[in-house]
């Protein structure tokens, strides 16, 4: 028998278990408003982040805008260490998706103490929105993305091996447009002919390294050309795992008092990502 199978479920009782349904569920009326305040919260600090950054307002309001965002650092602050505090395996949490990245939403503003300009790093607090659809009870996008999560991890052997077949491409290229055009031409170095290489192939075109010479500009054209076949390999191999993907998958939005992760199967007893027995099991979100 498991451990998890001896631990006895979160009764519902105490200080911890409640503040732990609050911050981490959106099921009750302190929970949603609690969260809505949360989303509230992250899009006024990320948009003081991205009105610093104008010249004109920095200087007119740049030290209202430090102000507010030491108070968004600090909320946040407050808020991950209550989650760490409320929850039954705080490393969990701690290391889980969320977890890093609410870490990493308070982690710029103190380094700014060290660091000029790392404050504007804070911005990754816009990845903290993905908990809307835990709290508008999107549970159905919830099984989206595990589908599309689903067939990326199928598809990534196959990616890898054209990723490498490209790299190899790009490099041969390089190296032949290199001995092709050479330094006079802009060319002036292997590296810098991979880069050149790299930018057509993908398309991109920026023109600041163009090849001068009859021979370089048709294998140019051949790199062109095989740059529309190649764009599209990666989404055929996605498309057909996505094909492959069940559609009967059906996750929702209760978290694990454990480590804090939700979108488990519907009925599910244990939490799919620790093991902990759920406090209930999970029904049709």
């Not at 991205?50 to 030491?70: C, D, H, N, P, R």
């Not at 492959?244 to 199967?265: E, F, I, M, P, Y």
């Amino acid at each position: 028998m498991r451990n998890q199978d001896r631990e006895e479920p979160a009764k519902g009782i105490g200080f911890r278990y409640t503040l732990f349904e609050i911050i981490f569920e959106a099921d009750t009326p302190l929970g949603k408003m609690f969260d809505i305040a949360l989303l509230v919260v992250i899009l006024l600090s990320v948009l003081a982040v991205m009105l610093e950054s104008v010249s004109q307002i920095s200087l007119a309001y740049g030290e209202l805008l430090t102000a507010f965002e030491w108070i968004f650092t600090g909320l946040f602050t407050l808020e991950y260490i209550l989650r760490i505090y409320s929850i039954r395996r705080p490393w969990n949490y701690i290391f889980s998706f969320f977890g890093v990245i609410d870490l990493l939403a308070i982690a710029p503003t103190y380094l700014s103490l060290l660091f000029s300009g790392t404050h504007v790093l804070a911005v990754i607090r816009v990845f903290r929105l993905l908990r809307i659809f835990r709290i508008f009870k999107l549970a159905r996008y919830l099984s989206e993305a595990s589908m599309l999560l689903r067939a990326l991890r199928a598809s990534r052997p196959k990616i890898t091996v054209f990723l490498f077949f490209v790299l190899t491409l790009v490099v041969i290229v390089g190296s032949l447009m290199y001995l092709i055009e050479g330094p006079e031409h802009g060319f002036t170095s292997i590296p810098t002919s991979i880069y050149w290489a790299i930018v057509t192939l993908t398309t991109v075109g920026y023109g600041d390294i163009t090849p001068m010479t009859m021979l370089g500009k048709f294998l140019a054209g051949l790199v062109m050309i095989m740059g529309y076949g190649i764009i599209a390999v990666p989404t055929g191999i996605v498309s057909v795992e996505l094909g492959k993907v069940s559609s009967k998958v059906h996750l929702n939005t209760q978290a694990c008092d454990a480590c804090g992760r939700d979108g488990h199967d519907d009925h599910a007893v244990y939490c799919k990502f620790c093991g902990y027995k759920l406090e209930k099991p999970t029904a049709c979100g």
